[in-house]
Structures are given as C-alpha cells and as structure tokens.
C-alpha cells in the first residue's frame, strides 16, 4: 500500500465550472467570485465579517498590524503564543516589531491557560491560540482570562475549517479568526485564507489595508458610474493580500463539501482511536468534549517515534510531525527551556494519514505497524 499523510480531494469538473466562469467574464482578481465566498463564508459559519485573502499568514499579520496601530502598541510588546505550531504563526508577530513570549502546551497540544496566565506581564497585548489539529483544546479559559486581563484573542484557526464547539463554528469569541485555505487543508484551493473580525471597523481597515491600503477596490470601480469612477484614495501603506477570484472559485465549491469531508475525517479518527485507545505504548492527543472537530489531524504520541516512522515509511506509509518545538529554532531558542510539555511533545508526536482516500483496510494497517514498532 501507498499511503500519504496528505491527498486534497477537489470535485474537478465542478471547480472547472466555476473557474471557467471567471475566465470568461475576464475577472479573475479579487470581484464577483470573492465576493460570494465571503457571503457564503458569513454563511456558513455565522461570523459577523469574512474578508477572503491569499493565505493564513497574512491574516495573521493583518491582525497584529490593526490592533497595534489602533490601541498604540509598542515595539517589542509581547504576544503570547505556541512553540508547537508551524511558524507562520509566530513569523506573524515578528513583522509586527512585536515579541513572541510562549506559553506551554496540554494534553490537546493546545495552549494550557494555566502557563498563559503565568506567562502574562504588563507588557503582554494579545494571544495567537492555535487551533491544534482542529481542536479548541481549553479554548473557553483561554477566552475568560483575556476579558479579565483586556488581552487581546487572535484565534489562528488554520486546521479549525467546520470545526464547532458547543454546536457553534468556532470563532464568536474571539477578537480575530484567521483560517487557512492552503492546498492540504480541510477546505483546500491552491492557497489562501479567510479573516474575521468580531468588529466591523477593524475588518473595513482590513480591507483597504489587504489592496495596498487603498480606499477602493478596482472591482468597485469597475462597477461604478461616472467620469471619476477611476478615481481613488491611498489613506495608509498596506500590503497585496487580498484573495483572488480563481481561488474564491474552487472554494465555494470545496465549502458545498465541508461537513460532509469533516464527518469522514471523524469516522477516521474513530477507527485511529477504537484500534489505539488500549495500546499502553501509544499516547492519543486528548480533543475537549464539547468540541466537534474537524480532524484535520490525527495524532499520537510513542517514544520512538522517528524508528515508528521509519517502519512505517518502509511500507508505504507517510506520515507526519506538526510540529517541532518553535524554540529548537535559532530565531526563538530564547525561549528554549520555557514550555517542557511542548518540548517533549516535539519528540513524540505523529500525525497518521488523515484524507478521504484513506480508508478501513488503511487504517487497519496504519495501525498494526504502529502496534507492532511503537515503543
């Protein structure tokens, strides 16, 4: 057999449809196609404002740019985050001129409010919490101690697409959401991303700020009337992150598929987890009770886990890590030593095949190898 950890799924001609639309209109930018996955987005997931953009990162980055400037953040301001996340997460608040300060994990691989409160200084502005595998881990603390503490909550959500806690799409909570629509992501298009803002001033900044910081978009020129409709403002230096039309495309037709790809990805995690629970030498990565995740992972945890991935490597299985420790980096070893539940993590994690074409009979050997070498 030949497994990989990743294989997106895309509905071919139903996505050619919708691109062939945009290609005869002769819109392929940021336009209609935008626009109507933003609506369907709102839709979907009941958040007040959806701006679609080029990729998680920038949305992070948007973030930390509005909020600072708006409530007069300083340089070198600290924002609590994980050492066990990819480092686009913490990438964000370095071009910001901000300090990643990290916080260690729990047993969901999430952020344990218990060390992010300890964590917290005078200093402290804002906490990115990564959405783990797509699990809001203790996710509701988190959201209590920054009322109470006037802390600032971006929720990176990048693997949280369709992910519901206490029957609600994540996001309500928080200041920010930012969600990934990467290639390999639960709602995959080639690459981009969703932010959401819970006020709306912050997500009109966002808008201007994501087009060079310019006051009007050229889909809105171009649907306008009048000698001057050509005719714009540049209020702010931005950036070119907005999303594009050939991208909003496929996923308006990925979004139709979401909870129905998410369901599979549970019933995988069943399986991973009927085969496993009982296996002394395999640790499963705890998901609250409340939450019904999007599994865009699934991970264990051995103590050999390099010679496990060896093994399984050897019959055609690839599995992956997400991720090593942030702080065995160069840019972020200050913080080595901070946070040594994430450090050992780093160590042991798993992430097993995870993908529609993954199915029964896979698991079932997936699993055997895993009993077989683990350690």
């Known amino acids: 057999m030949s497994t990989q950890l990743f294989i997106p799924s895309f509905r071919i001609d139903e996505c050619l449809e919708q691109i062939r639309e945009c290609l005869e209109k002769g819109w392929t930018g940021l336009g209609f196609k935008t626009v109507e996955f933003e609506k369907a987005w709102t839709d979907y997931t009941g958040l007040p404002y959806s701006h679609f953009i080029s990729s998680n990162t920038v949305g992070l980055h948007l973030a930390l740019h509005i909020f600072k400037s ?29 300090k990643p300060v990290f916080a260690d994990v729990d047993s969901s691989l999430c952020i344990d409010p218990e060390d992010f409160e300890r964590k917290v200084t005078e200093k402290t502005r804002a906490i990115v919490y990564v959405g783990m595998g797509g699990n809001s881990g203790q996710f509701e603390r988190i959201v209590d101690i920054c009322r109470k503490r006037d802390i600032k909550l971006i929720l990176d959500a990048a693997h949280m697409a369709g992910t519901r806690v206490n029957g609600r799409h994540v996001g309500f909570e928080a200041d920010v959401t930012v969600f990934s629509f990467q290639a390999v992501k639960n709602l995959p298009t080639a690459d981009s991303g969703m932010i959401c803002f819970k006020e709306k001033e ?33 209020e702010e230096v931005g950036f070119k992150y907005h999303g594009n039309s050939i991208m909003a495309a496929i996923g308006l037709v990925q979004l139709k598929y979401l909870d129905k790809d998410n369901a599979y ?74 946070c040594p539940n994430a450090s050992a993590a780093s160590d042991e994690i798993l992430s097993l095949p995870m993908h529609l074409g993954v199915t029964y009979d896979a698991v079932e050997e997936i699993c055997r190898i895993v009993i077989e070498y683990a350690k």
């Open 70 to 98: 708006k409530y007069g953040w300083q340089d070198e301001d600290e924002v609590i985050s994980t050492p066990l996340t990819f480092v686009s997460s913490n990438h964000a608040i370095l071009y910001t001129n901000l």
């Open 202 to 234: 912050d997500d009109e900044r966002a808008r201007k700020l994501s087009w060079l910081g310019i006051n009007k978009d050229t889909f809105s020129r171009s649907s306008s009337q009048g000698a001057y409709k050509w005719m714009y403002d540049v």
């Open 265 to 338: 990805r549970r019933q995988l995690a069943r399986w991973y987890t009927e085969r496993l629970k009982n296996i002394d030498k395999v640790r499963l990565v705890t998901v609250a009770s409340n939450c019904e995740s999007s599994r865009h992972l699934f991970q264990i945890r051995v103590s050999n886990r390099d010679e496990l991935m060896l093994a399984l490597n050897e019959c055609g299985i690839y599995p992956g890590v997400h991720y090593r420790d942030n702080t065995e980096y160069r840019m972020y070893s200050y913080g080595k030593g901070s």
